[in-house]
């Protein structure tokens, strides 16, 4: 983790998230972020395209189990703020 005050601190604690999903099944077809590296990009994108945005519990333990960045924590809020922002729109 980085030391609090630097660059890489302050740029983790917060992450944006696109993510585009079938509006009539809920399956999640492509992501992307802010992340810096088009690294965890591509990891984030591998591990989430096909999932259903309405399984919560999955995606988390898909990230938490596998997605060891310092910014995670920030990332599942992002994705839960989509999955809510599906279901009041759906």
């Known amino acids: 983790m980085a030391p609090k005050g630097t660059v890489l601190y302050e740029r983790n604690k917060l992450i ?4 585009e ?7 999640i ?9 088009s690294l965890c990009n591509n990891f984030l994108r ?3 395209v096909g999932k259903n945005i ?5 995606i988390r333990k ?5 997605f060891l960045v310092t910014s995670q924590k920030s990332l599942l809020k992002a994705l ?11």
């Open 29 to 37: 077809l492509n992501v992307d972020s802010t992340f810096a590296t």
């Open 54 to 58: 309405l399984e919560k519990d999955k």
């Open 80 to 90: 839960e703020m989509v999955r809510e922002r599906y279901c009041l729109l759906k």
């Open 21 to 27: 999903i079938d509006w009539e099944s809920g399956e």
């Open 16 to 19: 944006s998230v696109a993510v």
């Open 62 to 66: 898909e990230i938490e189990d596998n």
């Open 46 to 48: 591998y591990l989430l």
